[in-house]
Nanobody, 122 residues
Framework: QVQVVESGGGLVQAGGSLRLSCAAS????????MGWYRQAPGKQRDVVAT???????NYADSVKGRFTISRDNAKNTVFLQMNSLKPEDTAVYYC????????????????WGQGTQVTVSS
């Protein structure tokens, strides 16, 4: 059993900052890629940022220079530091974790968090 729990969403004014956290726990052998998606009302879920186990990162063009993804491998946790927030960043943010439960598992399993609401007021 694997659990993925997010925290840190909320309401903030434009120009403000928020930090999201996402922790994976349970029967985990190893974690590969971790990342964040977001989904605004009436829109599809889009990738925001990803980070590999080695620390390589990728960002959506819309958040480059404002958001920073990081991870703590010892705690199986991924973070998303969001600065200079804009109203268009308003969405439900979902984290995901690609992991192996056993050493012999060849296919990665993707687990999702429950989502956390981020609302940016103008």
């Amino acid at each position: 059993q694997v659990q993925v729990v997010e925290s840190g969403g909320g309401l903030v004014q434009a120009g403000g900052s928020l930090r999201l956290s996402c922790a994976a726990s349970g029967s985990i052998f190893s974690i590969n890629r971790m990342g964040w998606y977001r989904q605004a009302p009436g829109k599809q879920r889009d990738v925001v940022a990803t980070i590999t186990s080695g620390g390589s990162t990728n960002y959506a063009d819309s958040v480059k220079g404002r958001f920073t993804i990081s991870r703590d491998n010892a705690k199986n946790t991924v973070f998303l530091q969001m600065n200079s927030l804009k109203p268009e960043d308003t969405a439900v943010y979902y984290c995901y974790v690609d992991l192996r439960i056993t050493s012999t598992q060849t296919t990665l399993f993707r687990y999702w968090g429950q989502g956390t609401q981020v609302t940016v007021s103008s």
